[in-house]
């Protein structure tokens, strides 16, 4: 016996390959297709649209096949309402919860469709009904009695097309990794779409390593910040005490970047400057009281830039401000990054990851690393809407500083 469902796909499905990479997934998984109706989107502004049945001899296989359709944006012609299950206690979702992707997905409630807030990657979906409403929730945020959607009837999910004309500025982010070192014209992109993101009263969100200090690119980014091109700053408990480091000792672990020599007792001055700005009470306080006249962090004090600095396992100190609770760290950097509208990650893997899971895939970033495999992590990690470059980082922040507020 053959089970058999109809699924359809439409937008840009030819020019993005979406509709070819749902065709192989088919065959791939040994399942069988017919395309019942096909529409091609003739003009730039015209979309395409695809109605194929997709069958296969075991209901199970089937059921995975669907799955992976429907990751890729391919939605059941007869949708049903969403199935929805009560979570039996705090932090538990019942078996077969359905685990969202970071793309744009609506559930169907009562016949009607609700756009899924927040959306996040791995993450459940609960439907309040009293609004009526649905919306992202990490597991550990789940309470018992929370209306959980399972399995995969009733979801919509629209994976971003690529764009078929430039897209001004933003244009170029359409995915993958650039080897180029460093490209003026690329990183002149960068520049243009940090320019209209601010210019347009959107949020850039930058998430910063400890490198973007030891290479000599803070005065760059400090000059970026009090200028108003970032709104708002991503980091670890490293960044902040290099940078502040940096203001005091005019070392970044012990490195003098001016001469690149390293001072007599240089390499106490990380854990000098830990002990100072624990002594003023914070970083706001060491600003307020003149211990700290300079660098990112002054900068992000006196121009009311938040930030959030989350900390981990091999911390020195930390700092006042450094967040030691993982799962508090998790949602500070969460609400950050759902309020962005840009994000250039700046030489850091794990703050990288750790951003790039939280971002809607309508997110635009940018990720610049030394190491390619830090760039290919986090697209691997699913961060697919993000655009990669290899290069120095010390070259590549001054030169996006000189776009921006020298061009």
Not at 283 to 310: F, H, Q, R, S, T
Request: proline share 5%.
């Amino acid at each position: 016996m053959t089970h058999t469902r109809t699924v359809e796909l439409e937008g840009h499905i030819i020019d993005s390959g979406t509709m070819g990479r749902c065709f192989a997934l088919v065959m791939e998984m040994g399942g069988e297709f017919e395309v019942e109706q096909f529409d091609v989107g003739r003009r730039e502004d015209e979309e395409s649209y695809c109605r194929l049945q997709v069958s296969a001899a075991d209901p199970d296989r089937l059921q995975s096949i669907l799955h992976e359709l429907h990751q890729n944006g391919a939605n059941l012609t007869d949708p049903v309402d969403a199935t929805l299950e009560a979570a039996p206690a705090d932090r538990v979702v019942p078996a077969g919860f359905y685990s969202t992707t970071n793309h744009p997905t609506q559930v169907r409630y009562e016949g009607a469709w609700l756009d899924v807030e927040n959306v996040e990657m791995d993450c459940a979906v609960v439907v309040d009904p009293a609004e009526p409403r649905a919306y992202t929730a990490v597991l550990n945020a789940v309470e018992a009695g929370d209306l959980v959607v399972t399995g995969e009837a009733g979801i919509r999910v629209d994976p971003p097309d690529r764009p078929r004309s430039g897209g001004g500025h933003f244009g170029f982010m359409q995915g993958g990794v650039s080897s180029e070192r460093p490209s003026e014209s690329l990183i002149e992109r960068v520049a243009g779409a940090v320019v209209e993101t601010t210019e347009s009263g959107g949020t850039v969100l930058v998430v910063a390593g400890p490198a973007v200090i030891h290479s000599g690119a803070g005065d760059a980014l400090a000059r970026l910040v009090r200028e108003g091109y970032v709104d708002a700053l991503s980091a670890g408990n490293g960044f902040a005490v290099h940078d502040i480091e940096r203001a005091l000792y005019g070392t970044s672990l012990g490195m003098d970047i001016e001469t690149l020599e390293h001072p007599r007792k240089g390499h106490k001055h990380h854990i000098y400057t830990i002990s100072e700005v624990i002594r003023a009470g914070g970083i706001a306080e060491a600003v307020a009281e003149g211990l700290v006249d300079e660098g990112v962090m002054y900068e992000c004090v006196v121009n009311d830039v938040p930030y959030v600095l989350a900390g981990s396992i091999r911390d020195d100190g930390p700092l006042p401000d450094t967040i030691t609770d993982a799962v508090e760290a998790q949602n500070a950097i969460r609400e950050q990054a759902h309020e962005a509208d840009l994000v250039v990650m700046l030489s850091t893997l794990l703050h990288s990851v750790a951003v790039g899971n939280c971002l809607p895939s309508t997110t635009k970033v940018v990720c610049v690393d030394i190491d390619p495999a830090t760039v290919t992590q986090l697209l691997d990690r699913g961060s697919s809407q993000a655009i990669g470059m290899v290069t120095d980082i010390g070259t590549f922040v001054p030169t996006l500083a000189e776009k921006i507020l020298d061009d």
